[in-house]
């Protein structure tokens, strides 16, 4: 997300990690993310580019791929004599290091800063390239992982998954197509594995809602004769009842 | 308290517990109505139960059907992978099946279902369009729901049970009570003859009353709606809300089955129709508007009316005349 941000950074922030925790989490599925980026000293812009960070493996933090943190030089040495002291001449040399490669090898074109909760969608046609793989990815991953559980389920082949309803399911893929249409790639964080399982085989199970999972292959003439046993035995059951009641009560 | 406030109080409360169906008594003593007396009535044990020596009891076939309340008993002598058990009652009841011990291996494949209906041949009774609750809300599996709900409702006279127990020694007991349903909708019969008047007091439902023999029926009294209008048309009953239907055929279902008939206004004079098929259903669409009201008479044909009726009979589908 791009703000209108003040051209010094504090110190113990990195400049390029204004995100929310929710669009934090919602990258979980891409490695990098690239990210424009000003990086300035001593209130002047020193220089701008774009710069590639690698979601770690926890996915609740973000590192460089540069393996040290840029910190900004404090201001109160003057600009000219911080060639005095060697550990900033250290720095200042990985930095411009860092700034020519990037400047050199620029980063992949698929690279862009990202904007979430914005309301320009047409604004990157590299952004709605990129979301379709994503959300296409994400769902696979889900379909299949519960595919499995399903699969893993200690449940006999005869019962049936568990059905919504009809209302819910379409519903809940309408809302999921609305959604891929319009690219939120932010959202994806809160689609759980329900919703993809009920979008995926809404269509499906609506069609074989109306089978009943279990049924029983029986003639009407056995279905008969069973009903005309049980009636014979609800009438002697009755006489028996009667003969006691008259018993109880006759006397 | 005054007499008459405590007469009063003990009319409002017989009247409570009327409702539902179940009857009390009181135990008067010197005509004087006790306080012991009236909190009889909030306690839940029915006088009129019997007590346990005179509950019914008998053991379970894996295909068995249940028309006699009492508790029943099912135990594996070896396995049974595919029993069911029907359980029927009087028109006018709904069944309720009541777990009381259940002793499967749920993990290793067990399990016991009620169904809210009866399922034939993958054709379930009522249908779809005639149930209140969708499909996978009819069955009640007790490896998931039994323990904290050991009592399942039908919404008609007529409810299933399946299960399967793979191991020699499992067993399970159920309890089956017929409780009272004042407007019954959706009965199979348990008789091939009798009479039944089907109410739909302005609900927007459709009833279907099931005789799974070949019968002729008598409609001895059709209102639809609260004025006799002649609503015929030449196409038949489909545009009006209200009607009723004979339909016949060779499943449960009644969505699948064939119309042989259809009225859609009020008459008085007795209409007899002949249905040669293995099910027939009096069946009856209620837009809600009005208080629709049918009754009809049936008796089983006999072997030599079918035969006459084959006879006579151009078409395949479920002999009519």
């Known amino acids: 997300m791009i703000k209108d941000r003040p051209e010094t950074f504090p110190r113990d922030q990195m ?3 204004e995100k929310t925790p929710n669009e934090s989490k919602a990258m979980l599925s891409s490695q990098k993310r690239c990210f424009f980026v000003k990086i300035s000293v001593d209130s002047a812009i020193q220089t701008q580019a774009t710069k590639c960070v690698t979601l770690v493996a926890d996915r609740n ?8 943190k840029v910190q900004n030089p404090s201001k109160d040495i003057p600009f000219t004599h911080r060639f005095s002291s060697p550990l900033f001449d250290m720095k200042l040399n990985f930095l411009v290091t860092t700034v020519a490669l990037l400047v050199a090898f620029p980063p992949p ?14 604004t990157d046609p590299d952004g709605e390239r990129q979301s379709p793989p994503v959300w296409a990815r994400l769902g696979e991953e889900y379909f299949i992982r519960l595919g499995n559980r399903n699969q893993n389920s200690p449940r006999s082949p005869a019962d049936s998954f568990p059905e919504t309803s009809q209302y819910s399911k379409r519903a809940l893929q309408l809302q999921l197509t ?9 959202n994806i964080g809160r689609l759980d594995g329900n919703y993809a399982l009920r979008a995926l085989d809404s269509v499906e199970r609506e069609r074989r809602s109306e089978e009943p999972p279990i049924s029983l292959d ?12 049980a009636r014979a035995e609800q009438m002697a059951q009755q006489a028996h009842s009667n003969r006691k009641m008259m018993e109880i009560f006759g006397k | 308290m005054s007499g008459t406030l405590r007469a009063q109080l003990c009319f409002l409360l017989l009247s409570v517990t009327a409702l539902r169906g179940h009857a009390r008594f009181l135990d008067i003593q010197d005509n004087e109505i006790s306080p012991e007396g009236l909190l009889s009535l909030l306690s839940s044990e029915l006088k009129r139960e019997l007590p346990e020596e005179f509950v019914y ?18 135990t594996a002598e070896r396995p049974q992978l595919n029993c069911a058990v029907f359980f029927i009652g009087e028109p006018s009841d709904i069944i309720s099946i009541e777990y009381d011990s259940v002793n499967i291996d749920c993990r290793g494949g067990d399990f016991v279902k009620v169904f809210d209906g009866w399922v034939m041949k993958g054709e379930k009774f009522p249908s779809s369009q005639d149930h209140p609750l969708p499909l996978y809300e009819r069955y009640s599996d007790y490896c998931e729901t039994g323990v904290t709900r050991p009592i399942v409702r039908s919404s008609q006279n007529v409810a299933m049970l399946f299960f399967r127990l793979h191991q020699s020694g499992s067993s399970f007991t159920v309890t089956f009570r017929k409780l009272i349903n004042p407007f019954p909708c959706n009965v199979i019969s348990q008789t091939p003859e009798g009479s039944f008047t089907m109410i739909i007091p302005q609900q927007h439902r459709n009833c279907s009353f099931s005789i799974i023999y070949p019968v002729e029926i008598q409609i001895g009294e059709l209102s639809l709606g609260q004025h006799n209008d002649l609503k015929r048309s030449i196409l038949g009953c489909a545009g009006s809300g209200d009607f009723v239907e004979l339909l016949g055929g060779n499943g449960m279902d009644t969505s699948k089955m064939f119309p042989m008939a259809d009225l859609c206004y009020s008459f008085n004079g007795p209409a007899q129709m002949k249905v040669g098929c293995d099910n027939t259903v009096v069946r009856m669409v209620s837009s809600g508007k009005f208080v629709n009201r049918v009754s009809f008479q049936y008796r089983l044909l006999g072997h030599q009316e079918l035969q006459q009726m084959k006879g006579n009979s151009v078409e395949d589908v479920c002999l009519r005349a």
């Open chain 1, 109 to 122: 074109y698929e690279c862009r800063a990202i904007e979430s909760s914005s309301n320009q969608p047409a």
């Open chain 1, 218 to 229: 029986l003639t009407f003439h056995l279905l008969r004769e069973v009903l005309e046993m």
């Open chain 1, 178 to 186: 609305q959604r891929l249409l319009e690219g939120k790639v932010g």
């Open chain 1, 15 to 17: 400049p390029y990690l």
């Open chain 1, 61 to 68: 933090s973000w590192k460089t791929d540069a393996p040290r």
């Open chain 2, 57 to 74: 009891r008998r053991a379970l076939r894996c295909l068995d059907m249940v028309a006699v309340e009492g508790q029943f008993t099912f």
